[in-house]
């Protein structure tokens, strides 16, 4: 059962082009790697799938919806991490959380003594425990450290528990140990049902993944298992690059 | 109704731990007012100006010492034309009177006398505060002394009386007016930043990924800072009336009605410039010329609005600050006039449904700016 149905997706930015007559599947229940140097068009591809950007041509389906003209009906159904996550920093982390749940309808069971969100058995609690935020909920978003506010970024996205999860290179500027951190998050607290679309620069990450989308100026240059490409990460990342040099050598003829 | 809320409390907490919110809240009207109150004058002063008689006559030395004994006026007496000159390029007076030697000869003969008052062009204010001074204390000077009786009384004598503010006392206006104008700077510069700060930090990207609605974006801006601007109104009514003691005559219920249209508008200017243009330095750049210039120079506050030239006059009726000035200088200083409310009302609601409609098609949901 596919999550994700692409066709002959096209996205243009004045004369660029972003993404260039792309097809794609994205199966269900599956965590696939979306694999690219900066510019493949990573980004564009995960905005114009939460309608976040109008596609120029072609079709997209998720979830049953079409994000053109349902987004909103979608939106409910995903969690979806930018790049740069739009995390107020001048908020708390455990405000920064209930105003995500809030946003996201999602039940925060209230305790009188502790306050709203903090009760044992609180969604707000498990995913304070999960991320070791806990003993930093009072602490500012922005006095957190950068992969701090990469857990909490995530934690936010997991919160309601969305059938498809997007996270635009979560990893970028963590240190190794949080990157684990962060693969272990996701991979420990969405159901096997919930379809990840992660994208990343860092192949040894992506050999990890279920499938690998390896995307090159818009255009999918490889689509399978990474273990099907390279069975250790450090081949899988010498024939990704062997996968998208020739292209470049070819254009700078 | 649970996301509306969600945003509008993180917009209070985000306020109230922003210094400069609460900077342009209630030290920039604290300011602003202690400006209009003490800095910016438009009443008569005590003007410095020469003397040069040149009639030596008994009689005409009472009329130099009647502007000497002016409360309005500071008076040097020169003794030649080079010295007044120069005084008045150094800027040390505002004018001369020069009095000429056949002065009390023509007066004591009933014939016409004249009097030179010179005044300084550069400043068109002080130049006709020196000419009718001069003028005057000339006139009293006459009407008491033994020339008297060679003045041809007029028939008609004008009694002047000046209703709603008999002291002629500006700021009784100004300072209410400055009202206007320092709520339209905090409504236009506080939303000027928050729909661009959201753009530029990110965040608007991860709110529109979630169920958030444009209507839960836009009044989740509109309400927490009608609240905050709404705060400012009152404090700035309490400096004006409560610590400057400027007199108010109007309805304090009324008063605040209209300013919160008032407001309304304001805040819509801010909001459309920010959501617009989605970059704090610019949309505050933007906001303030738009907003600001026009409420200081086009609201009729500084200067009457049917001495402009008529492309200006029509033009002023798009600026909200032209009814609310219109509106609050009425308020304080005549009370209230139901006539004056309601035009001013009406005008304020049309342009802030207009400039709500403008912020929310301006609120897109996608990247591209597209709904």
Same mark, same amino acid.
């Given at each position: 059962?596919?999550?994700?149905?692409?066709?002959?997706?096209? &996205?243009?930015?004045?004369?660029?082009?972003?993404?260039?007559?792309?097809?794609?599947?994205?199966? &269900?229940?599956?965590?696939?790697?979306?694999?690219?140097?900066?510019?493949?068009?990573?980004?564009?591809?995960?905005?114009?799938?939460?309608?976040?950007?109008?596609?120029?041509?072609?079709?997209? @389906?998720?979830?049953?919806?079409?994000?053109?003209?349902?987004?909103?009906?979608?939106?409910?159904?995903?969690?979806?991490?930018?790049?740069?996550?739009?995390?107020?920093?001048?908020?708390?982390?455990?405000?920064?959380?209930?105003?995500?749940?809030?946003?996201?309808?999602?039940?925060?069971?209230?305790?009188?003594?502790?306050?709203?969100?903090?009760?044992?058995?609180?969604?707000?609690?498990?995913?304070?425990?999960?991320?070791?935020?806990?003993?930093?909920?009072? =602490?500012?978003?922005?006095?957190?450290?950068?992969?701090?506010?990469?857990?909490?970024?995530?934690?936010?996205?997991?919160?309601?528990?969305?059938?498809?999860?997007?996270?635009?290179?979560?990893?970028?500027?963590?240190?190794?140990?949080?990157?684990?951190?962060?693969?272990?998050?996701?991979?420990?607290?969405?159901?096997?049902?919930?379809?990840?679309?992660?994208?990343?620069?860092?192949?040894?990450?992506?050999?990890?993944?279920?499938?690998?989308?390896?995307?090159?100026?818009?255009?999918?240059?490889?689509?399978?298992?990474?273990?099907?490409?390279?069975?250790?990460?450090?081949?899988?990342?010498? &024939?990704?690059?062997?996968?998208?040099?020739?292209? +470049?050598?070819?254009? /700078?003829? | 109704?649970?996301?509306?809320?969600?945003?509008?409390? &993180?917009?209070?907490?985000?306020?109230? /731990?922003?210094?400069?919110?609460?900077?342009?809240?209630?030290?920039?009207?604290?300011?602003?007012?202690?400006?209009?109150?003490?800095?910016?004058?438009? @009443?008569?002063?005590?003007?410095?100006?020469?003397?040069?008689?040149? @009639?030596?006559?008994?009689?005409?030395?009472?009329?130099?010492?009647?502007?000497?004994?002016?409360?309005?006026?500071?008076?040097?007496?020169?003794?030649?034309?080079?010295?007044?000159?120069?005084?008045?390029? =150094?800027?040390?007076?505002?004018?001369?009177?020069?009095?000429?030697?056949?002065?009390?000869?023509?007066?004591?003969?009933?014939?016409?006398? @004249?009097?030179?008052?010179?005044?300084?062009?550069?400043?068109?204010?002080?130049?006709?505060?020196?000419?009718?001074?001069?003028?005057?204390?000339? $006139?009293?000077?006459?009407?008491?002394?033994?020339?008297?009786?060679?003045?041809?009384?007029?028939?008609?004598?004008?009694?002047?009386?000046?209703?709603?503010?008999?002291?002629?006392?500006?700021?009784?206006?100004?300072?209410?007016?400055?009202?206007?104008?320092?709520?339209?700077?905090?409504?236009?510069?506080?939303?000027?930043?928050?729909?661009?700060?959201?753009?530029?930090?990110?965040?608007?990207?991860?709110?529109?990924?979630?169920?958030?609605?444009?209507?839960?974006?836009?009044?989740?801006?509109?309400?927490?800072?009608?609240?905050?601007?709404?705060?400012?109104?009152?404090? $700035?009514?309490?400096?004006?009336?409560?610590?400057?003691?400027?007199?108010?005559?109007?309805?304090?219920?009324?008063?605040?009605?209209?300013?919160?249209?008032?407001?309304?508008?304001?805040?819509?200017?801010?909001?459309?410039?920010?959501?617009?243009?989605?970059?704090?330095?610019?949309?505050?750049?933007? +906001?303030?010329?738009?907003?600001?210039?026009? +409420?200081?120079?086009?609201?009729?506050?500084?200067?009457?609005?049917?001495?402009?030239?008529?492309?200006?006059?029509?033009?002023?009726?798009?600026?909200?600050? /032209?009814?609310?000035?219109?509106?609050?200088?009425?308020?304080?200083?005549?009370?209230?006039?139901?006539?004056?409310?309601?035009?001013?009302?009406?005008?304020?609601?049309?342009?802030?449904?207009?400039?709500?409609?403008?912020?929310?098609?301006?609120?897109?949901? =996608?990247?591209?700016?597209?709904?």
């Amino acid at each position: 059962m596919q999550t994700v149905i692409i066709k002959n997706l096209t &996205k243009k930015f004045g004369s660029t082009v972003a993404i260039d007559n792309l097809s794609l599947n994205i199966e &269900k229940g599956k965590i696939t790697g979306l694999i690219g140097a900066d510019g493949a068009g990573k980004t564009t591809l995960l905005r114009t799938i939460i309608g976040l950007l109008l596609p120029s041509e072609g079709e997209i @389906d998720v979830l049953g919806f079409n994000p053109e003209t349902q987004k909103n009906e979608l939106n409910q159904h995903i969690g979806y991490m930018p790049q740069k996550f739009g995390l107020y920093e001048d908020l708390t982390v455990i405000e920064n959380l209930k105003l995500y749940a809030d946003l996201k309808g999602v039940n925060i069971a209230p305790s009188p003594l502790e306050g709203e969100g903090r009760g044992e058995g609180s969604i707000l609690t498990k995913m304070l425990e999960f991320t070791t935020l806990a003993p930093f909920q009072d =602490r500012l978003a922005g006095a957190l450290s950068g992969g701090m506010k990469q857990k909490l970024g995530l934690a936010c996205t997991l919160l309601g528990n969305p059938e498809f999860l997007l996270l635009d290179e979560p990893s970028v500027g963590v240190d190794p140990i949080s990157r684990r951190d962060l693969m272990k998050m996701v991979r420990n607290m969405i159901s096997p049902e919930t379809t990840v679309l992660w994208s990343t620069a860092y192949l040894d990450e992506a050999h990890s993944f279920d499938t690998a989308v390896v995307l090159d100026k818009g255009k999918v240059i490889y689509e399978g298992k990474p273990h099907d490409l390279a069975p250790t990460p450090q081949e899988f990342e010498n &024939k990704v690059i062997d996968l998208i040099l020739p292209l +470049a050598l070819r254009e /700078r003829g | 109704m649970k996301i509306l809320l969600a945003l509008i409390k &993180k917009e209070i907490k985000q306020i109230l /731990r922003d210094p400069s919110s609460i900077i342009i809240a209630f030290v920039l009207p604290f300011i602003s007012i202690m400006i209009y109150m003490y800095g910016i004058n438009l @009443d008569s002063v005590k003007i410095t100006m020469g003397i040069k008689n040149d @009639d030596n006559s008994p009689e005409v030395a009472t009329l130099v010492k009647s502007f000497g004994h002016s409360k309005y006026i500071n008076s040097i007496n020169y003794d030649n034309m080079e010295d007044i000159k120069t005084a008045v390029l =150094r800027s040390k007076i505002k004018g001369a009177v020069v009095i000429p030697n056949d002065f009390s000869t023509k007066l004591s003969r009933g014939e016409k006398a @004249d009097l030179l008052v010179i005044t300084d062009g550069s400043e068109t204010n002080t130049a006709n505060y020196v000419q009718s001074y001069a003028v005057s204390i000339a $006139n009293q000077w006459l009407s008491s002394s033994k020339f008297s009786k060679n003045i041809k009384r007029p028939l008609i004598t004008a009694e002047s009386r000046t209703w709603y503010n008999p002291d002629l006392n500006s700021h009784y206006f100004i300072v209410p007016g400055s009202i206007a104008i320092t709520m339209t700077l905090i409504g236009i510069l506080l939303t000027s930043l928050v729909v661009a700060r959201e753009w530029e930090r990110g965040t608007m990207e991860a709110l529109l990924s979630t169920s958030v609605k444009p209507i839960h974006i836009v009044l989740g801006k509109y309400i927490p800072y009608f609240v905050l601007g709404m705060m400012s109104m009152a404090f $700035n009514v309490f400096l004006c009336v409560g610590i400057f003691k400027i007199p108010f005559r109007g309805n304090y219920f009324i008063l605040f009605v209209v300013s919160g249209l008032f407001l309304f508008t304001s805040l819509g200017i801010g909001l459309t410039v920010s959501s617009k243009l989605k970059n704090q330095f610019l949309s505050s750049m933007v +906001a303030m010329s738009l907003g600001f210039m026009p +409420a200081l120079m086009l609201s009729g506050l500084m200067y009457p609005i049917n001495s402009m030239p008529e492309f200006f006059q029509h033009l002023t009726r798009i600026i909200p600050p /032209r009814y609310y000035v219109s509106f609050i200088e009425s308020e304080f200083m005549a009370g209230t006039i139901p006539e004056i409310v309601i035009a001013n009302a009406i005008f304020l609601t049309i342009l802030g449904c207009l400039l709500f409609i403008a912020v929310y098609m301006n609120t897109s949901t =996608r990247l591209d700016g597209n709904k």
